[in-house]
């Protein structure tokens, strides 16, 4: 089985700041890898796909890059609504839909 | 505005059986792939099974595999999970989740729009 590993578990960063969360899949994966969005209390929603296709209606200070085996999630400038767990996905084949164990970030 | 609006969860012991719901609306519910992924308490996601619009693909994760029957019936917008044989590793919350459509491409697999999740709880 593919596994997805996530780095850092955790991160802590001040508003304004650039934060990088990085995805790494134990083999290729081409760029079938999607983010998702999970506030406190709330659903996951979907930031990225195809590894940096912006999903309608996400702000633009989320990017995405990468392909094969690493990928990346950038936050140009962090806002305090950015609070969240971070998850990445991929969805190369079934039944091996798996999303990696996910990033907290909170503010500093 | 697209509404997904699980039922169908509880208390159940180990060993036994459940059906989960999902009604839809907002969206022609047949042209979209369903999905049901879970969230076990202060864990991550883990996607569990997904339906073609038609009904006639399933595809299903190895540790549900068996166990599980996803479903749909069109004519009802409605989206099913039956969960048999159920171990305490499935207590979770499971949400009911669309599949998107971009520029004409449909992916089973990435999920749009999410229910608000409805909580199973496996325990004797």
Known sequence: ?108 | EVQLLESGGGLVQPGGSLRLSCAASGFTFSTYAMSWVRQAPGKGLEWVSSISGSGGSTYYAGSVKGRFTISRDNSKNTLYLQLNSLRAEDTAVYYCARGLCSGGTCYIFLFDYWGQGILVTVSS
């Not at chain 1, 969360?21 to 890898?33: D, F, V």
Request: glycine fraction near 8%; charge should be positive; charged fraction near 15%.
């Open chain 1, 1 to 108: 089985d593919i596994q997805m590993t996530q780095s850092p578990s955790s991160l802590s960063a001040s508003v304004g700041d650039r934060v990088t969360i990085t995805c790494r899949a134990s083999q290729g994966i081409s760029n079938y890898l999607a983010w998702y969005q999970q506030k406190p209390g709330k659903v996951p929603k979907l930031l990225i796909y195809a590894a940096s296709t912006l999903q309608s209606g996400v702000p633009s200070r989320f990017s995405g890059s990468g392909s094969g085996t690493d990928f990346t999630l950038t936050i140009s400038s962090l806002q305090p609504e950015d609070v969240a767990t971070y998850y990445c996905q991929k969805y190369n084949s079934v039944p091996e839909i798996t999303f990696g164990q996910g990033t907290r970030l909170e503010i500093k």
